[in-house]
RNA sequence: CGGGACGUAGCGCAGCCUGGUUAGCGUACCUGACUGGGGGUCAGGGGGUCGGAGGUUCAAAUCCUCUCGUCCCGACCA
């Protein structure tokens, strides 16, 4: 292409609402303008890379027997009531009405489109397994868009979605699955890990994460240094306590005055202990009403892994109505001994002797709390968030790491619980009807192009990683009305093209500054520098823009080489 | 949803507190000339419902009320 002929608005200065990088540098290329807050119109050269990502997306899709559909975007509310999600999905639905009143939804997700189509086609277990995708236009609500097409509410997804007779055959292809994603991202050029994760609002029972590591990421991952082990912070595993050793004599419980000591800190500095001979006890509220989790002084509790213990729909912190209801809670010295809710401890409780706790009335506490002889646990588990340093429960020796992450796919195994809800079955060999396992997994696209630039950028612009780059090569003249110059570059695009390799050439009238910038900034690979000076010696100047490098080479032989040159990038 | 900030030319900003010529600066844009190896120089030029509505006032970008929009922090969330 001739970049007199291209829509590449570039800006010399950041706009003023981006925040990160990615966001920034994407507005200043000309790759996205914003419309409205989470929504924005991708331009040629953004498209260019989203192509990018798709066209590694399909082939590694494909590659695995997956078949790419296209399903609609705006969806019935029946399908959704049928799966329940109408009303538990919540605000983030976006919920539109037709001419007739009848309800519909805008997709920001397809399982019950794909699960319906697959319930009125799909038959016998010789028609299993099968795997569809599409890459589309997804609409999410967000209560609070960000970091420019990273969290939009409008975003391109792939979404994947598989159907098995049995579990097994599902963890097939989301084993296959999991081994595309790390292909895909590779060939993105991203350093990124696939982590352990919580399958949140989409259901299921087994999820990983691919996460690019960033520092603008809004995930937290842990990983450990030693066996590998990765997770989402959320779901990290902590180590169980080792037993420990009583004291030969176990303190007596014992009231103490504490007015206006309210936490951790407060009461560890007035009664000269150690945060974690401190109990917390944390009210939170279920479907079911309010329930305590207690963690020592010196941890956080992580309700996604309470949630899961307890196995409840959804936990959140305790609202202060709720609190006030309950008669003997004091907010600040609520305490698990005589109270009456239930009471889930994390397993590090089981090893304490001597504890404070909460008197359960204003301005005392408890101190010398023994877990057998006072408390009443309803269950025990692992129910803090594990920090930086904390021991690898899955090696000996292992420390974790944690670190923040762009989550750019998310992969589920989600059993049957769509399949139930909307009756998606088949008969397997025994002419029995079952229920059809799923699977269902996704990519966010425009995200992995921000992840890239994430990971990939200088104080100069973009650095795409070769892959994603919007075209290989740029010819910039540093004169293009010197007519040999001129000839040179014509030369140079046209060989380029014939050996197929993306060529952009710079044929605006600009000087030679500008132009060198706006290659910069939008991150081509390798710049070719025509100039007068150097051609009257027959040479040109090859720039390789991630480490700013730039040789002389003899022209015209320096065109066939640049296959080559760009195989190492 | 709670807290905070901002809205003035395509983009980035000043002016507002303390109301008073024709609303300004940088950049981008148009015309011409020069220039030609990292956003060049000179000359001339176009572009504004000061987010919107209402109010106070002789007079509002400026003060007041409402409203819309955008961003940030938090909570929440693939």
């Given at each position: 292409?001739?970049?007199?002929?291209?829509?590449?608005?570039?800006?010399?200065?950041?706009?003023?609402?981006?925040?990160?990088?990615?966001?920034?540098?994407?507005?200043?290329?000309?790759?996205?303008?914003?419309?409205?807050?989470?929504?924005?119109?991708?331009?040629?050269?953004?498209?260019?890379?989203?192509?990018?990502?798709?066209?590694?997306?399909?082939?590694?899709?494909?590659?695995?027997?997956?078949?790419?559909?296209?399903?609609?975007?705006?969806?019935?509310?029946?399908?959704?009531?049928?799966?329940?999600?109408?009303?538990?999905?919540?605000?983030?639905?976006?919920?539109?009405?037709?001419?007739?009143g009848r309800e519909f939804c805008y997709g920001p997700t397809h399982e019950?489109?794909?699960?319906?189509?697959?319930?009125?086609?799909?038959?016998s277990y010789r028609q299993l397994p099968i795997l569809l995708y599409q890459i589309q236009t997804k609409f999410r609500d967000e209560v609070r868009p960000r970091f420019g097409i990273m969290r939009g509410r409008e975003f391109m997804m792939k979404d994947a979605y598989s159907f098995h007779a049995d579990e097994k055959d599902t963890q097939h292809t989301y084993s296959q699955m999991a081994e595309a994603y790390g292909n895909i991202f590779k060939r993105c050029g991203l350093d990124f890990k696939q982590v352990q994760a919580d399958s949140g609002?989409?259901?299921?029972?087994?999820?990983?994460?691919?996460?690019?590591?960033?520092?603008?990421?809004?995930?937290?991952?842990?990983?450990?240094?030693?066996?590998?082990?990765?997770?989402n912070l959320e779901l990290a595993g902590s180590k169980p306590p080792s037993p420990s050793t009583p004291p030969a004599t176990l303190q007596e419980l014992k009231e103490v005055e504490t007015p206006g000591k309210k936490s951790v800190e407060?009461?560890?500095?007035?009664?000269?202990?150690?945060?974690?001979?401190?109990?917390?006890?944390?009210?939170?509220?279920?479907?079911?009403?309010?329930?305590?989790?207690?963690?020592?002084?010196?941890?956080?509790?992580?309700?996604?892994?309470?949630?899961?213990?307890?196995?409840?729909?959804?936990?959140?912190?305790?609202?202060?109505?709720?609190?006030?209801?309950?008669?003997?809670?004091?907010?600040?010295?609520?305490?698990?001994?005589?109270?009456?809710?239930?009471?889930?401890?994390?397993?590090e409780i089981s090893a304490l002797h001597d504890f404070v706790t909460g008197a359960n009335k204003p301005s005392a506490h408890l101190t010398g709390v023994q877990v057998k002889r006072d408390l009443k646990i309803k269950q025990f588990g692992d129910l803090r968030t594990v920090k930086a340093n904390d021991p690898c429960p899955h090696c000996e020796g292992g420390r974790y790491q944690v670190k923040r992450g762009i989550e750019v796919g998310h992969i589920f195994i989600l059993g049957t619980k769509y399949s139930s809800a909307m009756k998606a079955v088949y008969l397997d060999q025994q002419g029995k009807e079952n229920a059809m396992v799923?699977?269902?997994?996704?990519?966010?696209?425009?995200?992995?192009?921000?992840?890239?630039?994430?990971?990939?950028?200088?104080?100069?612009?973009?650095?795409?990683?070769?892959?994603?780059?919007?075209?290989?090569?740029?010819?910039?003249?540093?004169?293009?009305?010197?007519?040999?110059?001129?000839?040179?570059?014509?030369?140079?695009?046209?060989?380029?093209r014939e050996l197929g390799i993306e060529t952009l050439l710079d044929d605006r009238s600009d000087r030679l500054g500008p132009k060198l910038k706006d290659a910069d900034l939008i991150g081509i690979p390798l710049q070719i520098i025509v100039g007068p000076k150097n051609l009257a010696v027959?040479?040109?100047?090859?720039?390789?823009?991630?480490?700013?490098?730039?040789?002389?080479?003899?022209?015209?032989?320096?065109?066939?080489?640049?296959?080559?040159?760009?195989k190492d990038l």
């Open positions: 292409m001739q970049f007199s002929k291209l829509f590449i608005p570039t800006l010399k200065e950041s706009p003023a609402d981006a925040e990160v990088i990615s966001h920034k540098l994407m507005v200043r290329a000309g790759m996205i303008r914003q419309l409205a807050s989470g929504i924005y119109s991708i331009l040629p050269l953004g498209l260019r890379v989203l192509r990018k990502v798709e066209q590694i997306i399909r082939e590694e899709m494909n590659q695995i027997d997956g078949q790419e559909v296209f399903l609609p975007s705006i969806q019935p509310a029946e399908l959704w009531i049928e799966s329940k999600r109408w009303d538990f999905y919540g605000k983030e639905l976006l919920r539109i009405k037709d001419r007739h019950e489109v794909i699960t319906d189509i697959v319930r009125k086609e799909v038959r609002t989409i259901g299921g029972s087994f999820s990983h994460e691919f996460a690019v590591l960033a520092d603008s990421g809004e995930d937290e991952i842990g990983f450990c240094d030693s066996c590998g082990y990765a997770s407060d009461i560890a500095g007035f009664l000269n202990l150690p945060a974690r001979q401190i109990v917390k006890t944390i009210l939170l509220e279920n479907e079911n009403g309010l329930v305590a989790g207690l963690v020592r002084g010196d941890h956080e509790i992580n309700t996604i892994k309470m949630r899961n213990l307890i196995g409840c729909e959804w936990l959140q912190a305790a609202g202060e109505e709720a609190i006030a209801k309950h008669p003997g809670l004091h907010c600040g010295y609520v305490g698990p001994v005589g109270l009456d809710l239930p009471v889930y401890a994390d397993n799923m699977g269902c997994y996704g990519i966010g696209v425009g995200r992995t192009a921000a992840a890239a630039i994430e990971q990939n950028h200088d104080d100069r612009g973009i650095v795409w990683p070769r892959n994603l780059a919007p075209f290989q090569v740029i010819v910039i003249p540093v004169n293009y009305s010197d007519e040999e110059s001129k000839a040179a570059c014509d030369t140079i695009y046209d060989r380029l027959g040479q040109v100047e090859i720039k390789i823009r991630k480490t700013n490098e730039s040789d002389l080479r003899p022209y015209p032989r320096v065109i066939e080489d640049i296959p080559n040159i760009l």
